[in-house]
Protein backbone atom coordinates (compact mmCIF):
# COMPACT_ATOMS: atom_id res chain seq x y z
CA UNK A 1 0.00 0.00 0.00
CA UNK A 2 2.78 2.90 0.60
CA UNK A 3 4.49 1.51 -2.52
CA UNK A 4 0.80 2.81 -4.25
CA UNK A 5 0.56 6.11 -2.77
CA UNK A 6 4.19 6.96 -3.14
CA UNK A 7 3.98 6.26 -6.84
CA UNK A 8 0.73 8.65 -6.75
CA UNK A 9 2.76 11.09 -4.76
CA UNK A 10 5.70 10.80 -7.19
CA UNK A 11 3.63 11.72 -10.18
CA UNK A 12 2.16 14.45 -8.50
CA UNK A 13 5.42 16.15 -7.43
CA UNK A 14 6.72 15.84 -10.90
CA UNK A 15 3.61 17.51 -12.19
CA UNK A 16 3.93 20.58 -9.29
CA UNK A 17 6.29 22.99 -7.82
CA UNK A 18 4.22 23.92 -5.07
CA UNK A 19 4.62 21.52 -1.89
CA UNK A 20 1.68 22.92 0.63
CA UNK A 21 0.92 21.35 4.05
CA UNK A 22 -3.05 22.39 3.82
CA UNK A 23 -5.32 20.35 1.80
CA UNK A 24 -8.93 20.76 0.98
CA UNK A 25 -11.63 18.21 -0.09
CA UNK A 26 -14.68 19.90 -1.78
CA UNK A 27 -17.68 18.46 -2.10
CA UNK A 28 -20.95 18.61 -4.03
CA UNK A 29 -21.37 22.01 -5.75
CA UNK A 30 -19.03 23.06 -3.80
CA UNK A 31 -16.03 22.91 -6.24
CA UNK A 32 -16.13 26.65 -7.46
CA UNK A 33 -14.01 27.25 -4.62
CA UNK A 34 -11.18 26.02 -6.85
CA UNK A 35 -11.77 29.07 -9.24
CA UNK A 36 -10.81 31.31 -6.17
CA UNK A 37 -7.23 29.10 -6.07
CA UNK A 38 -4.59 31.57 -8.18
CA UNK A 39 -1.84 30.55 -10.12
CA UNK A 40 -3.15 26.81 -10.27
CA UNK A 41 -1.62 23.72 -11.38
CA UNK A 42 -4.25 21.21 -12.21
CA UNK A 43 -3.89 17.41 -12.46
CA UNK A 44 -6.81 15.57 -13.46
CA UNK A 45 -7.20 12.65 -11.44
CA UNK A 46 -7.84 10.55 -14.22
CA UNK A 47 -3.32 10.97 -14.93
CA UNK A 48 -3.09 10.17 -11.34
CA UNK A 49 -1.61 6.62 -10.94
CA UNK A 50 -4.36 4.82 -8.75
CA UNK A 51 -6.54 7.40 -8.58
CA UNK A 52 -10.37 6.34 -9.13
CA UNK A 53 -12.68 9.01 -11.16
CA UNK A 54 -15.69 11.38 -9.72
CA UNK A 55 -18.78 10.03 -11.29
CA UNK A 56 -21.08 12.41 -8.65
CA UNK A 57 -22.64 15.62 -10.10
CA UNK A 58 -20.68 18.47 -9.46
CA UNK A 59 -17.83 16.78 -8.84
CA UNK A 60 -15.12 18.02 -11.47
CA UNK A 61 -12.23 15.21 -10.73
CA UNK A 62 -9.60 17.60 -10.56
CA UNK A 63 -6.40 18.30 -7.96
CA UNK A 64 -5.76 21.42 -8.17
CA UNK A 65 -1.91 23.09 -6.30
CA UNK A 66 -1.80 26.91 -5.86
CA UNK A 67 -2.31 29.28 -3.52
CA UNK A 68 -5.31 31.34 -1.75
CA UNK A 69 -4.56 34.74 -0.08
CA UNK A 70 -0.44 33.69 -0.64
CA UNK A 71 -1.04 30.76 0.89
CA UNK A 72 0.16 27.11 -0.81
CA UNK A 73 -2.58 24.58 -0.60
CA UNK A 74 -3.98 21.28 -2.75
CA UNK A 75 -7.78 21.18 -3.00
CA UNK A 76 -9.98 18.05 -4.57
CA UNK A 77 -12.10 19.34 -7.21
CA UNK A 78 -14.38 16.24 -6.20
CA UNK A 79 -14.05 13.43 -4.03
CA UNK A 80 -15.25 9.51 -4.20
CA UNK A 81 -17.42 8.39 -2.55
CA UNK A 82 -18.30 4.64 -0.72
CA UNK A 83 -21.94 4.35 -3.33
CA UNK A 84 -20.08 4.86 -6.46
CA UNK A 85 -18.44 1.21 -5.88
CA UNK A 86 -15.48 2.24 -4.79
CA UNK A 87 -13.73 0.33 -1.53
CA UNK A 88 -13.01 2.62 1.36
CA UNK A 89 -9.56 1.93 0.74
CA UNK A 90 -10.02 3.74 -3.11
CA UNK A 91 -12.38 6.23 -1.17
CA UNK A 92 -9.53 7.40 0.99
CA UNK A 93 -7.11 7.09 -1.32
CA UNK A 94 -6.31 10.88 -2.10
CA UNK A 95 -5.78 11.30 2.09
CA UNK A 96 -3.24 8.71 2.16
CA UNK A 97 -1.47 10.62 -1.28
CA UNK A 98 -1.49 13.86 0.57
CA UNK A 99 -0.27 12.42 4.18
CA UNK A 100 2.81 11.41 1.86
CA UNK A 101 2.85 14.71 0.09
CA UNK A 102 3.23 16.48 3.17
CA UNK A 103 -0.52 17.73 4.30
CA UNK A 104 -0.94 18.01 7.83
CA UNK A 105 -4.02 20.46 8.15
CA UNK A 106 -7.42 19.22 5.98
CA UNK A 107 -10.15 20.97 5.28
CA UNK A 108 -13.41 18.62 4.39
CA UNK A 109 -16.46 19.81 3.09
CA UNK A 110 -20.30 18.67 1.97
CA UNK A 111 -23.86 19.35 1.10
CA UNK A 112 -26.17 17.76 3.64
CA UNK A 113 -29.34 17.53 4.51
CA UNK A 114 -30.99 19.22 7.84
CA UNK A 115 -31.82 16.94 10.21
CA UNK A 116 -32.13 19.94 12.82
CA UNK A 117 -35.51 21.68 12.74
CA UNK A 118 -33.75 24.94 12.86
CA UNK A 119 -31.41 24.94 9.74
CA UNK A 120 -32.57 26.07 6.86
CA UNK A 121 -31.26 25.76 3.00
CA UNK A 122 -28.25 27.90 2.54
CA UNK A 123 -26.88 27.38 6.13
CA UNK A 124 -23.23 26.59 6.87
CA UNK A 125 -22.72 24.17 9.77
CA UNK A 126 -19.18 23.50 11.29
CA UNK A 127 -19.15 19.84 12.09
CA UNK A 128 -18.43 19.31 15.75
CA UNK A 129 -18.73 15.62 15.93
CA UNK A 130 -19.65 12.81 13.45
CA UNK A 131 -21.87 9.14 13.69
CA UNK A 132 -20.47 6.98 11.12
CA UNK A 133 -23.00 4.62 9.59
CA UNK A 134 -20.38 3.57 6.80
CA UNK A 135 -17.92 0.44 6.95
CA UNK A 136 -14.70 2.00 8.51
CA UNK A 137 -11.91 2.47 6.17
CA UNK A 138 -9.25 1.05 8.85
CA UNK A 139 -10.55 -2.47 8.77
CA UNK A 140 -7.85 -4.58 7.50
CA UNK A 141 -4.35 -4.87 8.10
CA UNK A 142 -3.05 -1.93 9.85
CA UNK A 143 -0.78 0.47 8.09
CA UNK A 144 1.96 1.04 10.63
CA UNK A 145 3.96 3.38 8.73
CA UNK A 146 1.02 5.97 9.09
CA UNK A 147 -0.58 5.22 12.33
CA UNK A 148 -1.51 3.67 15.19
CA UNK A 149 -4.05 0.38 14.91
CA UNK A 150 -6.65 2.08 17.31
CA UNK A 151 -7.30 5.78 17.01
CA UNK A 152 -8.14 7.89 19.27
CA UNK A 153 -11.41 10.01 17.85
CA UNK A 154 -12.42 11.82 21.10
CA UNK A 155 -11.45 15.24 19.38
CA UNK A 156 -11.39 14.73 15.66
CA UNK A 157 -12.89 18.23 14.49
CA UNK A 158 -10.22 20.97 15.35
CA UNK A 159 -11.28 23.34 18.29
CA UNK A 160 -9.07 26.03 17.55
CA UNK A 161 -9.37 25.42 13.72
CA UNK A 162 -13.34 26.40 15.14
CA UNK A 163 -12.92 28.72 16.91
CA UNK A 164 -11.03 30.49 13.94
CA UNK A 165 -13.71 29.61 11.79
CA UNK A 166 -15.92 31.30 13.75
CA UNK A 167 -13.80 34.60 14.02
CA UNK A 168 -13.96 34.78 10.36
CA UNK A 169 -17.44 34.31 9.74
CA UNK A 170 -17.87 37.72 12.69
CA UNK A 171 -15.43 39.29 10.08
CA UNK A 172 -17.59 38.59 6.98
CA UNK A 173 -20.91 39.07 8.52
CA UNK A 174 -22.19 35.52 8.17
CA UNK A 175 -23.62 33.30 10.55
CA UNK A 176 -22.28 29.77 11.05
CA UNK A 177 -23.79 26.88 12.58
CA UNK A 178 -22.39 23.58 14.76
CA UNK A 179 -23.76 20.40 15.00
CA UNK A 180 -23.48 16.40 14.55
CA UNK A 181 -22.92 15.19 11.09
CA UNK A 182 -24.27 11.68 10.20
CA UNK A 183 -22.66 9.42 7.64
CA UNK A 184 -24.33 7.00 5.74
CA UNK A 185 -23.76 5.26 2.45
CA UNK A 186 -26.43 6.40 -0.03
CA UNK A 187 -27.32 7.01 -3.12
CA UNK A 188 -30.52 6.86 -2.11
CA UNK A 189 -31.66 9.61 0.28
CA UNK A 190 -33.48 9.08 3.36
CA UNK A 191 -36.70 8.29 4.17
CA UNK A 192 -38.82 10.27 7.33
CA UNK A 193 -38.44 7.82 9.34
CA UNK A 194 -34.88 7.98 9.06
CA UNK A 195 -34.14 11.46 9.34
CA UNK A 196 -36.41 11.02 12.96
CA UNK A 197 -34.01 8.35 13.55
CA UNK A 198 -30.86 9.70 12.79
CA UNK A 199 -32.14 13.47 14.51
CA UNK A 200 -33.23 11.20 18.03
CA UNK A 201 -29.47 9.84 18.05
CA UNK A 202 -27.84 13.45 18.16
CA UNK A 203 -27.74 13.98 14.44
CA UNK A 204 -28.04 17.68 12.72
CA UNK A 205 -27.32 17.15 9.45
CA UNK A 206 -26.85 13.86 7.44
CA UNK A 207 -24.69 13.04 4.20
CA UNK A 208 -22.98 10.34 2.13
CA UNK A 209 -19.15 11.09 2.30
CA UNK A 210 -16.89 12.87 4.28
CA UNK A 211 -16.15 10.55 7.19
CA UNK A 212 -14.64 7.97 5.88
CA UNK A 213 -11.47 10.58 5.44
CA UNK A 214 -11.66 12.27 7.87
CA UNK A 215 -11.01 8.97 9.53
CA UNK A 216 -8.27 8.43 7.57
CA UNK A 217 -6.95 11.83 8.09
CA UNK A 218 -6.98 10.91 11.63
CA UNK A 219 -5.37 8.30 11.43
CA UNK A 220 -2.66 10.02 9.73
CA UNK A 221 -2.14 12.46 12.22
CA UNK A 222 -3.70 15.37 10.55
CA UNK A 223 -5.47 18.18 11.79
CA UNK A 224 -9.38 18.48 11.11
CA UNK A 225 -11.79 21.24 10.16
CA UNK A 226 -15.13 20.10 8.52
CA UNK A 227 -18.20 22.16 6.76
CA UNK A 228 -21.33 21.13 5.75
CA UNK A 229 -23.76 23.16 3.33
CA UNK A 230 -27.54 22.66 4.45
CA UNK A 231 -28.66 21.89 0.51
CA UNK A 232 -31.83 20.41 1.74
CA UNK A 233 -33.99 19.73 5.13
CA UNK A 234 -35.94 17.21 6.99
CA UNK A 235 -38.91 19.85 7.57
CA UNK A 236 -39.70 21.10 4.85
CA UNK A 237 -40.38 17.50 2.95
CA UNK A 238 -43.79 16.18 2.25
CA UNK A 239 -45.59 14.65 -0.41
CA UNK A 240 -44.88 18.22 -2.71
CA UNK A 241 -41.71 18.43 -1.16
CA UNK A 242 -38.90 15.86 -2.34
CA UNK A 243 -35.22 15.76 -2.14
CA UNK A 244 -33.73 16.03 -5.59
CA UNK A 245 -30.21 15.90 -6.36
CA UNK A 246 -30.29 18.26 -8.93
CA UNK A 247 -31.73 21.13 -6.37
CA UNK A 248 -28.90 20.12 -3.92
CA UNK A 249 -26.06 21.11 -5.91
CA UNK A 250 -27.95 24.51 -7.18
CA UNK A 251 -28.29 24.99 -3.31
CA UNK A 252 -24.61 24.16 -2.53
CA UNK A 253 -23.41 26.76 -5.23
CA UNK A 254 -25.30 29.44 -3.83
CA UNK A 255 -23.36 28.81 -0.70
CA UNK A 256 -20.43 28.30 -1.96
CA UNK A 257 -19.22 31.87 -2.56
CA UNK A 258 -19.85 32.16 1.31
CA UNK A 259 -17.68 29.06 2.17
CA UNK A 260 -14.66 30.07 -0.02
CA UNK A 261 -14.75 33.34 1.94
CA UNK A 262 -14.53 31.49 4.90
CA UNK A 263 -12.03 29.01 4.33
CA UNK A 264 -10.00 31.82 2.40
CA UNK A 265 -9.89 33.59 6.11
CA UNK A 266 -9.14 30.33 7.66
CA UNK A 267 -6.57 29.25 5.82
CA UNK A 268 -4.37 32.58 5.82
Known amino acids: MIEIFDQAADYIRSHTSYRPTTGIILGSGLGKLANAIENPDIIPYVDIPHFKQSTAVGHKGNLIFGTLDGTQIVAMQGRFHFYEGYTMQ ?18 VSNAAGGI ?9 MIITDHINFMPNPLIGKNIDEMGVRFPDMTTVYSRSLRQRAHQAADQLGLQLREGVYVAETGPTYETPAEYRMYGMLGG ?5 STVPEVIVARHCGMEIFGMSVITNCAKDLGESCQN ?10 KAADNMTAIFKKLIS
Open 244 to 253: DGDDVVRAAD
Open 116 to 124: NPNFAVGDL
Open 204 to 208: DAVGM
Open 90 to 107: EVTLPVRVMSRLGIKRLL
